[in-house]
């Protein structure tokens, strides 16, 4: 039962967080583009997601003629169900979780596959051309970057010899952002593209799709589907936290872990605000060529690197933080000339150069 009350509590946490999480977008995005942004609900309009909540809830929400309605009624529902349930196998400070899994690492990357089948009902269920077009490239999407995402933690599980998030998080003598750079940039990046967000915001674009597969949802249904987005973003902050940040853990042991964790989670979190603000879209052929062209090699020369360190420093399953700082310097070289011969593999590959150069 105390387990029950302490997710109840830490789902309502990251729910509020992510409904201020829209606010604090908003106001910085609009610094970023050198306006003011949300001013005028509350002070220094704080109270705009409290405006934006109410008229949500008060709007009719319209089931179009051609949906197929139990499909199109489940499928926000869906959409926050793996939200909920990662946030059960986070460590937010030390001792501070619901669950210790032993498959706590596989358990969060699969479950956050659930939201493209429930983008999918979305799509599908309206019978609307551009909601299905939109359903159709977050599965093609999902599907493309999914595959480094998961590479990219074999990294860690190999360091680790665990797939618990407590383990990974006690395991860092060092964070993991230094020994696994690699496995961090293609992390942070393979989120951005499951979570939808720019620059690979294709499944909604705007321009050519109205508002992707939402395109046909209104008042509450619509909200569930902006609040799972946000708090998503959260989570992936979170877990990025405890894979390469190393968790609750920090310099000063007077302040407690979970403030650690979450200062730490809100920089990751404001790290997705700033790609959002300064990076534009690319297109759907160039986010597939991306991820299969250019993440995935990388993801593979990660292991590779990674095992044979594991080899040669880890015969007997312990790393000394000397071992840890040499592998960070020997992975942060390999990691610069991966990306140098990749990225030009790619730009003859996709022609992602030419067609920079020929919108300048």
């Not at 429930?118 to 999902?142: E, K, P």
């Not at 074999?154 to 395991?171: C, H, M, N």
């Not at 730490?264 to 979190?269: C, D, E, I, T, V």
């Not at 011969?341 to 730009?347: C, D, N, R, V």
Request: net charge negative; aromatic share 12%; with cysteine.
């Amino acid at each position: 039962m105390a387990g029950f009350s302490m997710v109840l509590v830490l789902v309502n946490i990251f729910m509020a967080f992510g409904a201020l999480y829209t606010y604090a977008e908003r106001r910085l995005i609009g610094r970023f583009q050198s306006r003011v942004g949300p001013n005028r609900v509350g002070p220094f309009g704080i109270l705009q997601p409290v405006a934006d909540g109410i008229k949500l809830l008060t709007k009719e929400s319209m089931i179009p003629d051609q949906a197929d309605k139990p499909v199109y009624n489940i499928a926000p529902i869906i959409m926050l169900i793996p939200v909920i349930l990662v946030v059960a196998v986070l460590p937010v400070g030390e001792g501070t979780f619901m669950t210790d899994l032993n498959i706590a690492l596989l358990f969060a990357i699969s479950i956050t596959a659930l939201t493209t089948i429930a983008i999918f009902m979305a799509g599908f269920s309206t019978g609307n051309r551009f909601a299905m077009l939109g359903a159709m490239r977050a599965v093609a999407q999902l599907i493309s970057y999914e595959v480094p995402v998961v590479l990219s933690t074999v990294g860690i599980i190999l360091l680790t010899g665990s797939l618990s998030l407590v383990d990974v998080v006690e395991a860092q003598a060092i964070p993991f952002i230094l020994v696994q750079p690699l496995a961090f940039l293609i992390f942070i990046i393979g989120g951005s593209a499951e979570m939808n967000r720019t620059p690979f915001d294709t499944v909604e674009a705007e321009s050519e799709l109205i508002a992707g597969y939402h395109t046909e949802y209104g008042g509450m249904k619509f909200a569930m589907f902006q609040l799972a987005e946000y708090a998503s973003v959260l989570v992936n902050s979170a877990l990025i936290t405890t894979l390469f940040l190393s968790g609750w853990d920090g310099p000063f042991s007077f302040i407690p872990s979970p403030v650690w964790f979450l200062l730490k989670m809100f920089f990751m979190a404001f790290c997705f605000i700033w790609i959002r603000a300064t990076l534009p879209r690319l297109r759907m052929d160039q986010v597939m060529s991306f991820a299969w062209k250019f993440l995935l090699p990388l993801s593979l020369l990660n292991i590779f690197v990674t095992a044979f360190e594991v080899l040669i420093f880890g015969a007997n399953g312990i790393f000394t933080q000397g071992d840890l700082w040499l592998m960070s310097g020997i992975n942060i070289i390999v990691s610069i000339i991966g990306i140098v011969i990749f990225s030009k593999i790619l730009e003859i590959d996709s022609g992602f150069n030419t067609q920079f150069k020929a919108t300048v």
